[in-house]
């Protein structure tokens, strides 16, 4: 059984102001009275389809991620989760307690104390008083507010604020747990508490539907994911796949500028190509990857230097390379052509990359042109691995002393994500 | 029918929600001001000594029962019902981003405006006691029949706080309505003299008006020792069906709100 069903559900708003006025009243009475009442289903003048037909499913133990352009659909897609909004076609079914990490704070009263607002914002969270009480020391603990948990939360400083709301909402134990952006919450060290607790609700199978523009959270926390443009679901798959998708459905590459006067030479594009040559934005672990590297010269250029770095999309530096510390010269350069970057083995781990690559003067000091993480891609695989490098591996095992070692096979079913690496840990070990 | 059942079995569900939203408008009552209650004793009382005046001394009329006790009695039922009201016509507006943010019942917020007064009709009632024993009131056996009819006011204001809270989300002209409304309407019920008087076409258009023969049936019950009449009984039924009919309507509208906020 499905924890969330969305079939067909479809949102129309409407442009532009309403006049909340009985003078409006009358007119519109009028209008309804001489032509009927409206067809819902049908578009009227300054209408338009927020949600349009949009269907998928959420199952026990599945983390959906929710990406797309700004407008594309997502707050109303979640606030029809919430039912905060109703569809004006199509079904919603959601099974159990739906636990929001949504305005996490919105309950929250200037003038109460910290500890009255946990009762109250948990109220309206839906968690019975009893239920507050046993775990109030446990949130407050979260939260990180102790101290001030008798202060008018008006003092807070809004940190503080959404963590206490947040640390309320962590504590709710819901049977759908919908999450938007709240990554971006309190500080690194809240962020890890954030997540942990998530992925611990996920562990006991709890299902999740995850809103973010953070793409990299997305990739590593779900299990599977949904691309939304114009209201509508444009692709269903693995998370890696759709952040793929929807960059390709984006492509607004920046580089496509070419050498001018003031500069005499330019990085034209730059193409990722897999084993067989194809373009794409989509790479496995320990498969090949080739990075193209276009350039365009106006006039002889002398042993240049090409530089590529790859960084993670939360902005660590996973690698830098350059024909300069390798020692390699590619002569005098003049005109249009390439240069290739041939990795043999990525040993990346699944996430969302980006590649700068830049020309430098023959000293290797100054650019002669930059593109810095204009060109983003996507690592998928089947690796459980934490962190970003995939280290080739082998576990043996000796028992007693002089024991010959034992290799140990890894054996890798396909899981899509790997941070329920963890999880998948504590299954084997139980 | 089973629309009703939902809803109310929905509300059920979110007493706690209920309780805690009655409770933190009390508690931000006593912490914002600093007379606290005592604004619930307050209002009824100068009301009383300025009606007392005039239809005491200036157009004296004869009610039956020492005038004080009488004005007292009808203010405190009547500022139940108008400060529920006066809560409930912004209760959805001003709390804009519970509305539009997090989902459950609404009705809450109207509910809520109306349990709050419902403190305050507790403690004024105090006072009211107070008078009637300073007056030398007699009660008898009638009065067994109060809680029926601070039950029939109750389901009155609700049905009525559940319709203006929700128009005033629609069009936001209701809330000035609401004030000349509730003006007129008070000079237009039984609270400082009796509505009977007025007679003719007029007294009986006035006759329709709800709030008198509960407010009477109030009366009759602490005051003069009579059962409440037929006229009571029909608008507790009324009243009854009035709040079966908003909730419902309260509840199919719900949905509709967070667009129109």
């Known amino acids: 059984m499905s924890a969330v069903i969305f079939e067909g559900v479809s949102k129309k708003f409407r442009r532009g102001e309403r006049h909340d006025s009985l003078r409006d009243l009358v007119p519109s009475l009028v209008k309804r009275a001489m032509r009927g009442a409206p067809d819902r289903t049908a578009l009227a003048d300054q209408e338009f389809w927020a949600v349009k037909d949009m269907s998928f499913k959420v199952g026990a133990g599945e983390a959906l991620g929710i990406i797309g352009p700004n407008g594309a659909g997502k707050s109303t897609t979640l606030k029809l989760l919430t039912k905060i909004l109703r569809p004006t076609k199509g079904r919603i079914e959601i099974n159990g307690r739906v636990g929001a990490l949504i305005e996490v704070a919105a309950g929250f009263h200037p003038d109460l104390t910290g500890r009255e607002n946990v009762y109250l914002q948990g109220a309206i969270m839906g968690m019975p008083r009893a239920e507050i009480a046993r775990k109030f020391d446990a949130i407050v603990d979260f939260s990180g507010v102790q101290d001030f948990i008798d202060t008018p939360v008006k003092r807070y400083s809004s940190g503080m604020n959404a963590r206490l709301g947040f640390a309320i909402a962590a504590h709710l134990d819901p049977d759908v747990l919908i999450i938007d952006e709240v990554l971006s919450v309190g500080d690194v060290g809240f962020q890890e508490k954030c997540v942990t607790r998530m992925r611990e609700l996920l562990g006991r199978g709890i299902p999740l539907v995850f809103v973010s523009h953070n793409l990299s959270a997305v990739v590593q926390l779900c299990t599977r994911a949904i691309l939304v443009d114009r209201g509508a679901v444009q692709f269903d798959g693995r998370p890696a796949e759709a952040v793929a998708e929807f960059r390709k459905a984006r492509r607004d590459n920046p580089a496509a500028s070419g050498a001018s006067a003031d500069k005499p030479m330019a990085i034209t594009g730059v193409q990722l190509l897999q084993a067989d040559g194809e373009s794409s934005p989509l790479f496995t672990t320990g498969k090949p990857m080739t990075i193209r590297v276009g350039y365009e010269a106006r006039e002889p250029i002398h042993k240049p230097h090409v530089a590529i770095d790859i960084h993670g999309v939360d902005g660590v530096y996973c690698a830098g390379i350059n024909t300069r510390m390798d020692d390699c010269s590619l002569g005098t350069l003049e005109g249009r052509g390439f240069v290739d970057l041939a990795i043999s083995k990525l040993a990346l781990l699944p996430g969302c990359y980006t590649i700068s690559a830049g020309i430098l003067d023959p000293q290797g000091l100054r650019p002669l042109d930059l593109q810095e993480r204009a060109f983003p891609f996507s690592v998928v695989s089947d690796r459980r691995d934490f962190g970003f490098v995939y280290l080739e591996h082998q576990w043996t095992h000796g028992h007693g002393v002089d024991a010959r070692p034992v290799r140990l096979e890894a054996r890798l079913s396909p899981r899509p994500a790997r941070s329920l690496a963890a999880v998948a840990v504590q299954e084997e070990l139980g | ?261």
């Not at chain 2, 300025?50 to 005038?67: E, H, K, L, N, Q």
């Not at chain 2, 006790?69 to 709390?95: K, P």
């Not at chain 2, 804009?96 to 419902?118: D, G, M």
Request: aromatic residues 14%; hydrophobic residues 60%.
């Open chain 2, 1 to 261: 029918m089973s629309i009703l059942m939902e809803v109310v079995a929905e509300q059920w569900e979110y007493r706690e929600l209920l309780v805690r939203m009655t409770a933190r408008d009390l508690l931000l009552r006593y912490k914002q001001t600093v007379m606290g209650f005592g604004w619930a004793i307050f209002m009824p009382l100068v009301n009383t000594a300025i009606f007392s005046v005039i239809f005491t001394r200036v157009a004296a009329i004869d009610v039956g029962t020492p005038y004080p006790v009488y004005a007292f009695c009808g203010l405190v039922a009547w500022n139940f019902f108008a400060s529920s009201l006066r809560f409930s016509v912004t209760s959805l507006t001003s709390n804009p981003s519970l509305v539009t943010k997090v989902y459950f019942p609404r009705e809450i917020f109207p509910f809520s405006a109306v349990l709050v007064s419902i403190v305050d009709f507790a403690v004024s009632s105090l006072v009211l006691v107070a008078l009637m024993l300073y007056y030398r009131v007699e009660v008898g056996w009638p009065l067994l029949m109060l809680p029926v009819v601070v039950l029939a006011i109750i389901v009155f204001t609700a049905a009525t706080a559940l319709v203006i809270s929700m128009a005033n989300l629609f069009y936001r002209d209701v809330k000035y309505l609401f004030e000349i409304v509730i003006a007129v309407w008070m000079f237009a019920t039984s609270v400082v003299y009796p509505i009977g008087r007025v007679g003719g076409k007029l007294g009986a258009v006035l006759a329709l008006n709800p709030m008198t023969h509960l407010i009477d049936a109030f009366r009759a019950v602490l005051l003069d020792q009579r059962m409440p009449g037929m006229a009571f009984h029909l608008t507790f039924a009324a009243s009854i069906l009035m709040l079966a009919g908003a909730w419902v309507m309260f509840h199919l509208a719900e949905f509709d709100f967070a667009e129109n906020l």
